[in-house]
């Protein structure tokens, strides 16, 4: 069964940092690997897709990567801004369209 | 508006009152899925659905069903709920398929349905 893992669980950091999330999963055999923002009391919003043949997608100040060999992807936050607090999540899906989810960072930007 | 809509947002019932929790989409999305969020678990897949009809059961399907009758519509159904089915739920849906991909694309959530299962 396919295991994802966030670290770290928290995260604070001063408003300008760049910052770097990280995921870890167990079994390479995946379709794609996801990365959502959640506010509190929120629904999750769609960040970035990576396919299992890409390598990295971007996106304004954001940018994952995916290294389906060893099991990991980072998502890149540039120029940290306090809207960018949330809890960070990433999903993989894999064979049979089943989806996990790590159990998120909690990212706070602080002004 | 592109969404997804959950019905109810907020439910609080007794142990064994059958309940349905309503997840209806407008971007004629083939896949659907059911999670449930729970503090230190993350989010965990309960069914979900590739088309009309066809419906595979995720990681916790105990004590829940689903149907999928139209391509819109993916209901989630509990029985007779039990205390340790409180939670926060989650409908979501994306297109399948792609040049690069046969599984589910990027998923679009609901707002979350809150049950609290006395």
């Known amino acids: 069964k396919q295991e994802v893992t966030q670290i770290p669980a928290a995260l604070s950091v001063p408003e300008g940092e760049n910052l770097v999330l990280n995921c870890s999963f167990t079994?390479?055999?995946?379709?794609?690997l996801q990365w959502f923002r959640q506010d509190p009391g929120k629904g999750l919003t769609s960040l970035l897709l990576?396919?299992?043949?890409?390598r990295e997608q971007t996106s304004g100040r954001l940018n994952a990567s995916l290294d389906k060999s060893s099991g990991r992807s980072t998502l890149y936050i540039a120029a940290s801004q306090p809207g960018d607090s949330a809890t960070y999540l990433c999903?993989?899906?894999?064979?049979?369209?089943?989806?996990?989810f790590g159990t998120g960072t909690s990212l706070t930007v602080i002004p | 508006e592109a969404q997804v809509t959950q019905n109810p947002r907020y439910l609080i019932t007794v142990t064994g009152k059958k309940l349905t929790v309503t997840c209806s989409q407008n971007?004629?999305?083939?896949?659907m899925s059911w999670y449930r969020q729970d503090p230190g678990l993350g989010l965990r897949q309960i069914y979900y659905?590739?088309?009309?009809?066809?419906?595979d059961k995720g990681d916790v399907p105990e004590g829940y069903k689903v149907s999928r009758k139209e391509k819109r519509n993916f209901p989630l159904i509990l029985e007779s709920p039990s205390p340790n089915q409180t939670s926060l739920y989650f409908c979501?849906?994306?297109?399948?398929?792609?040049?690069?991909?046969?599984?589910?694309?990027?998923?679009?959530f609901g707002a979350g349905s809150r049950l609290t299962v006395l």
């Open positions: 979501a849906s994306s297109t399948i398929g792609g040049t690069s991909s046969s599984g589910a694309n990027v998923l679009t």
């Open positions: 079994d390479s055999a995946i379709y794609n």
């Open positions: 990576i396919q299992s043949s890409q």
């Open positions: 999903a993989v899906s894999g064979g049979g369209n089943q989806f996990y």
């Open positions: 971007m004629n999305h083939e896949y």
């Open positions: 659905s590739m088309n009309v009809e066809v419906t």
